[in-house]
C-alpha cells in the first residue's frame, strides 16, 4: 500500500530549511502571517446562562488567549488535579471578564457593577427564585465569591479570597431558599505549604498481591509521601453557610477533603462527600475511599450513608464499575429523599446477567432500611425527575452500544416501562432530551403539559439532509411523540429553553452560513421571530467563504462525508487549490451507522485558535472532519481492521476532492489533534495519499497503554498484533513524507503523554525521516497561551507553504524526470 513514485526526486527538490535550519531548538515564539492572527484575536462570542424563571439572560464575556505568563504560574499536579498553589484553586480554568444582563421579553439590559478591574469570573450559578447570581473572582491570592441583583446589576463581595476550589464540583451550592449559599473554604490558619523533604526518609514502594487491577493510563498521580501531604492540605476544606440577605457567614459541619456538596431540595439537609485515606499512587482521587454522609441544617451529622473503600481493582471495560453504592443524588421532587445504584453484576461487564444495576434509596430522617427502585438491564446513566407517577431513568452498554430510557413511577420497583430501546450509534433515531423546567424547590424536573400527560422533547435531529433540531410533544400513555416545531433551511436553528408551553415560546439560537448565531423567541404558534441579542460577526474576514457538505462512498460501500470550505470568492476555472485535510476517526458497529449524515450546511463557520479552518484565509481548501469510520459489525472488533480502513476512507475522500476538480493530488496535507494525531501518523505510514502530516498531542505507540486505548477495551496481552500494527511507531521507518508533530510539555490526558511524541520523534530521525517535533512549555492536551496558538500557526503555516501549497504539481515532476 505504501508507494514511492516521486519521493526520490522530491528530495531534491523540496526546500529542506523548515526541518533542518540550525538553532531551531532554541527558536523563539513565531507570530503567523497577518490573516491568521487577525482572526486568532478576534472577538470571542459570549456565553449565556438563562435565569430558572426564563425572565433574564446573562451574556458572559470572554477574553482573548491568555499569555503564557498566566500558564507559567506555579501549578501542582496531584491525584489528577492539577492546582494553583497561589488561589487554591484549579491552574487551568476558563473565566469571564464581564456580565450583562439582559431581559428576554423586553428591552433591559444592564451591565454588571462594581466589579474590579480585570475581573476573573468563574462558577456563575442563578438563585433558585432568579433574584440574584453567584459567582467566583480569581485574584492573585484567593477566590472570592460574589453576589449579584438580577434586577439592578449590582455586585456584591461575601468573603476574601478564601473559597477552595482545588477539588470537586462547584466550590458552593444555593439553597432552595434563594437567600444562602454553602461554599467551601481554605482552613482557616492552616500555616504553610508541607516542605519537601531534603533527605528522604525511604523508598517508595507499591506492592500487587495477586489482586487483578487493569488500570488504565492515569497522569498526574501522587508518586511518594510528599505528594500526599500537599494533597491533604490543598484539598481539606471547611464548609461555611453565607447568608446574602443579612451578610453573615458561619462555618458549618466537620472539615474534611469534600468533593461535592448538596443541599437537600427543602434546604433542611446537606449530603457531602469526602475522600477518606489510604490514598493510592495508580488511580486518580476519584477511586480513593470515600464517605457519604447527610447532616442537618445546624451542621449535626444526620446518617453516614455509605463508606466506599478504595477502587484500584475495577474490572476492565467500559461497562466496568466499583462495587458497592455509587452515584448519590437526591430526588428533586421530594423534600429530602436520596437515590443511588449499586452493582448487581460485582461492576464486572464481563459476568452474565439479566440485571446489571439496582437503584436504591433512603427517605429523610436517614435512619431506616434502604429501600429498593428498579432494576436496570444495562449500566446506569442518569435520571430527570418528575412526580410521584413519573421519572425517567437512562441506562447503556458499550459493546452492543445500546442505550435504554425508561419511564417508572419511583415508589414502585416493578413500574419499569422501556420508552426508548435503540443504538445511541444511530444518530437518525435520536428521540432528544425531556426537557425540564425548576420547581418550586428550585430543582429541575420534567416539563409537562397542564394535563401532565404529555412531555415534551428537544433534540437535534439528525437526517440524511444533516441536523434539524426540532421539540416534540411526547404523549406518555401511547409513547408517540408528534412535531412542534423543526428548523428549516436555509437556517440553523436550536431551541435553547421552552420559556412557555401554553404561549408556544421557545429561546432559540439561529445562524446561517452567512449569518452570525444570535438569540431570538421564536412563537411556534403564529410563526413570529423576535432577535433579542446583537451579537456582531465575530471574523468579517471569513465572509464569503463558500461551505458545503460533501457526500461520496468508500470501496466497500460505506456512506461518507466531509464538510468543504473553499476560499471567498473561488471559481473552479482558477484551477486545483492546495488542501489541508482534518480529521479524527471513530469507532461504530454498523456500517448503516458510520454512514449517517451529521452536522448541518447551515451551520455558520465556527474557528478557535488553532483551527484548520482558519487556512481558507490563506488560500487553502479545507476538508474538516471528513468520516474516518472504523467498523467492526458482530463480532468483529473495529480496530481488527483498523490500518485497511483508515487509508480506505483517507483515499476515498482524496479520491472525491480530485474528482471534483478542487484538489491537486500531490497537494494535500493531512493531519488532526489527539486520535487525530494518531491517525495522521498511521495514514503517512501506511499510504502515500498525502505531501505531509500535521499531529498535534498524539500517542504513537500503543504499548505505552497495554489496558486499552480510545474505545479499545481489549489489553495489550490480549490482542498484541492490534496493538502492533495500530501503531505507527512500529512503523516509523515508512513515513517518508515531512511530519509536524506538536505536543504541550505537560499533557495531561490519558494515554498521551509527552513521551509519546518524543520517541515517535528519534523513531522517524533514527531512519532519517523529515519530522519536526514542536513541545510547548506549559501547555496541556488543548493549547490556551495565545503565544502556543500564534506559534502553532506559524508552525502548521510554514509546513503546508514549503511542503504542500508550493510542491510541484505531478505534470511539473514528470516534466523534471524527463529532463
Do not use: C
Not at 451574556?59 to 494553583?84: C, D, H, T, V
Not at 464581564?98 to 442563578?126: C, D, F, M, Q, Y
Amino acid at each position: 500500500m505504501k508507494k514511492s513514485t516521486f519521493n526520490g526526486v522530491l528530495t531534491g527538490i523540496l526546500t529542506l530549511i523548515y526541518f533542518v535550519s540550525p538553532g531551531q531548538d532554541h527558536l523563539t515564539y513565531q507570530t503567523p502571517d497577518a490573516t491568521l492572527l487577525s482572526l486568532v484575536d478576534a472577538p470571542l462570542t459570549p456565553a449565556i446562562s438563562v435565569s430558572p424563571d426564563g425572565t433574564y439572560m446573562l451574556l458572559l464575556e470572554r477574553p482573548g488567549y491568555p499569555g503564557i505568563l498566566e500558564l507559567a504560574q506555579p501549578e501542582l499536579r496531584l491525584a489528577g488535579l492539577r492546582i494553583n498553589p497561589r488561589t487554591n484553586g484549579p491552574s487551568r480554568s476558563g473565566s469571564y471578564t464581564g456580565i450583562t444582563i439582559k431581559e428576554i421579553h423586553g428591552t433591559k439590559e444592564i451591565k454588571v457593577t462594581g466589579l474590579p478591574a480585570e475581573a476573573r469570573i468563574e462558577n456563575v450559578s442563578w438563585s433558585p427564585g432568579s433574584k440574584q447570581f453567584a459567582f467566583t473572582i480569581t485574584n492573585d491570592t484567593g477566590i472570592e465569591l460574589w453576589t449579584a441583583s438580577a434586577d439592578s446589576g449590582a455586585s456584591d463581595k461575601l468573603t476574601g479570597g478564601v473559597l477552595n476550589d482545588a477539588i470537586g464540583f462547584a466550590p458552593f451550592q444555593w439553597f432552595s431558599d434563594g437567600t444562602n449559599i454553602l461554599y467551601k473554604a481554605v482552613i482557616q490558619g492552616r500555616g504553610e505549604a508541607p516542605a519537601k523533604p531534603v533527605v528522604p526518609q525511604g523508598p517508595t514502594i507499591q506492592e500487587s498481591t495477586g489482586t487483578k487491577a487493569a488500570v488504565r493510563t492515569y497522569q498526574d498521580l501522587l508518586n511518594d509521601k510528599h505528594d500526599e501531604n500537599l494533597f491533604r492540605y490543598y484539598s481539606t476544606s471547611q464548609l461555611h453557610i453565607a447568608d446574602t440577605k443579612n451578610k453573615t457567614l458561619k462555618p458549618f459541619g466537620t472539615q474534611g477533603i469534600i468533593t461535592q456538596l448538596s443541599p437537600s431540595p427543602d434546604g433542611n439537609f446537606i449530603m457531602i462527600n469526602y475522600v477518606d485515606e489510604p490514598f493510592s499512587y495508580i488511580v486518580p482521587y476519584s477511586r480513593f475511599p470515600q464517605t457519604v454522609a447527610v447532616y442537618d441544617r445546624q451542621g449535626k451529622i444526620v446518617s453516614e450513608i455509605a463508606k466506599i473503600p478504595l477502587s484500584e481493582d475495577i474490572p476492565k471495560g467500559f461497562g466496568a464499575t466499583r462495587e458497592g453504592p455509587r452515584s448519590f443524588t437526591w430526588r428533586n421532587d421530594k423534600p429530602a429523599t436520596i437515590y443511588w445504584v449499586e452493582a448487581q453484576d460485582g461492576g464486572d461487564p464481563a459476568r452474565e446477567t439479566d440485571v446489571r444495576d439496582k437503584l436504591f434509596y433512603l427517605e429523610a430522617p436517614f435512619t431506616g432500611k434502604k429501600k429498593e427502585s428498579i432494576s436496570l438491564k444495562l449500566r446506569y446513566g442518569g435520571i430527570t425527575w418528575g412526580n410521584d407517577n413519573l421519572a425517567i431513568a437512562y441506562e447503556s452498554w458499550f459493546s452492543t452500544r445500546q442505550v435504554i430510557t425508561s419511564s417508572f413511577k419511583p415508589s414502585d420497583p416493578k413500574s419499569k416501562k422501556v420508552i426508548f430501546d435503540r443504538s445511541y450509534e444511530d444518530r437518525y433515531s435520536d428521540p432528544g432530551n425531556f426537557n425540564t423546567i425548576r420547581n418550586n424547590f428550585g430543582e429541575n424536573v420534567l416539563q409537562m403539559d397542564p394535563s401532565g400527560k404529555k412531555l415534551y422533547l428537544i433534540g437535534t435531529g439528525a437526517s440524511p439532509e444533516g441536523n434539524r433540531p426540532f421539540v416534540r410533544e411526547f404523549d406518555i400513555a401511547s409513547k408517540q411523540a408528534s412535531e412542534l416545531w423543526r428548523s428549516e433551511a436555509p437556517y440553523y436553528e436550536i431551541a435553547f429553553e421552552i420559556l412557555s408551553v401554553e404561549k408556544g415560546l421557545l429561546l432559540t439560537r439561529r445562524e446561517s452560513k452567512d449569518e452570525q448565531p444570535n438569540y431570538f423567541v421564536r412563537n411556534i404558534r403564529n410563526g413570529q421571530l423576535t432577535q433579542i441579542t446583537q451579537i456582531p460577526h465575530p471574523y468579517p474576514q471569513l465572509k464569503g467563504v463558500q461551505k458545503q457538505v460533501v457526500t461520496y462512498k468508500r470501496a466497500d460501500g460505506v456512506d461518507l462525508k466531509g464538510d468543504l470550505y473553499l476560499p471567498a470568492g473561488y471559481k473552479m476555472e482558477q484551477g486545483r487549490l492546495p488542501v489541508l485535510m482534518w480529521a479524527y476517526p471513530a469507532e461504530f458497529k454498523s456500517a448503516e451507522a458510520a454512514g449517517q449524515m451529521d452536522g448541518s450546511p447551515y451551520e455558520f463557520i465556527r474557528i478557535s485558535g488553532t483551527s484548520p479552518l482558519l487556512f481558507v484565509a490563506r488560500g487553502y481548501a479545507v476538508f474538516d472532519d471528513p468520516s474516518m469510520p472504523i467498523i467492526g459489525e458482530g463480532d468483529k472488533e473495529p480496530n481488527d481492521s483498523f490500518v485497511k480502513q483508515l487509508v480506505m476512507s483517507a483515499e476515498a475522500a482524496v479520491n472525491k476532492l480530485v474528482e471534483l476538480g478542487i484538489a491537486d493530488r500531490r497537494k494535500i496535507a493531512i493531519g488532526g489533534h489527539s486520535y487525530g494525531a494518531f491517525m495522521t501518523a498511521n495514514l503517512l505510514a501506511h499510504s502515500d495519499l498525502f505531501a505531509a502530516g500535521i499531529a498535534r498531542s498524539g500517542a504513537y505507540n500503543r504499548t505505552l497503554t497495554p489496558f486499552g486505548f480510545q474505545r479499545e477495551e481489549r489489553t495489550y496481552w490480549e490482542a498484541p498484533e492490534v496493538y502492533y500494527s495500530m501503531s505507527p511507531f512500529m512503523h516509523a521507518d515508512k513515513i517518508n513524507e515531512p511530519m509536524l508533530m506538536i505536543h504541550g510539555h505537560a499533557d495531561n490526558n490519558s494515554g498521551t503523554f509527552p513521551i509519546q511524541s518524543e520517541r515517535m520523534f528519534a523513531a522517524m530521525k533514527g531512519h532519517g525521516g523529515k519530522a519536526r517535533l514542536v513541545m510547548l512549555p506549559h501547555e496541556s492536551h488543548g493549547y490556551r497561551a495565545r503565544e502556543s496558538i500564534l506559534h502553532v500557526l506559524w508552525e502548521t503555516d510554514q509546513l503546508l507553504e514549503n511542503y504542500v501549497k508550493n510542491r510541484p504539481a505531478e505534470e511539473e515532476v514528470k516534466l523534471k524526470v524527463e529532463k
